[in-house]
């Protein structure tokens, strides 16, 4: 059974400060793993997607990482604002049958302050 | 383009009763997909449609559950009867069909109190 773990559960940082999220993985038998960000009361928007051949997507500030063997994946940010605080969310996903079941982390709270 | 949409926003209902959540997904999205999320714990796969087929409904906590796409458009989720723990914020997503690294485009989510 598949399980994600993210850490750290939470984060709060002064405005300019470079992140790193941590996603890990039991399974590696995975066919992509996705980064979410949910702002409060609003759906879950995606951020980058990486293959299970790729070892990184770049978008903008955000830089994500995949290392399928060792069950890692980093979400890097760089020059954090303000306006990047939100949950952020790894998504593991697998193939099952006709359907690719994705597996969720828990998240984690990043707040930026000014 | 609309993006994915979901009614209502917050139902609060008395453990017994019965309640039925709606998915809009993304005109000419063929997979839609339900989530939810019990407080404290991960985001949980429920069900998996391809229009009007389940393509997979393995994440589904018990025959309470009915979820149903008639004609491939908008789905809905019925809860019947309402148990306090089913209480939890439902995602709906949609996507394109073809391969499934076509990203999911999610709702905002209802939010499910019972009581």
């Known amino acids: 059974k598949q399980e994600v773990t993210q850490i750290p559960a939470a984060l709060s940082v002064p405005e300019g400060e470079n992140l790193v999220l941590n996603c890990s993985f039991t399974?590696?038998?995975?066919?992509?793993l996705q980064w979410f960000r949910q702002d409060p009361g609003k759906g879950l928007t995606s951020l980058l997607l990486i293959q299970s051949s790729q070892r990184e997507q770049t978008s903008g500030r955000l830089n994500a990482s995949l290392d399928k063997s060792s069950g890692r994946s980093t979400l890097y940010i760089a020059a954090s604002q303000p306006g990047d605080s939100a949950t952020y969310l790894c998504a593991v996903r697998r193939r099952a049958g006709g359907s690719y079941i994705p597996t969720f982390g828990r998240g984690t709270s990043l707040i930026v302050h000014p | 383009e609309a993006g994915v949409t979901q009614f209502p926003s917050h139902s609060v209902i008395e453990k017994g009763q019965t309640v039925t959540l709606r998915c809009d997904p993304i005109?000419?999205?063929?997979?839609l997909y339900w989530y939810r999320r019990v407080m404290g714990k991960e985001i949980k796969f429920l069900l998996h449609f391809v229009k009007e087929s389940k393509q997979d409904e393995s994440g589904m906590p018990n025959n309470r559950f009915l979820a149903e796409r008639t004609g491939g458009t908008y789905s809905t989720l019925k809860v019947q009867p309402a148990e306090l723990e089913d209480s939890g914020v439902y995602f709906c997503?949609?996507?394109?069909?073809?391969?499934?690294?076509?990203?999911?485009?999610f709702g905002p989510g209802t939010r499910l109190t019972v009581t």
């Open positions: 997503a949609s996507s394109q069909s073809g391969t499934v690294s076509y990203e999911q485009y």
């Open positions: 005109s000419g999205h063929d997979n």
């Open positions: 399974d590696s038998a995975i066919y992509n």
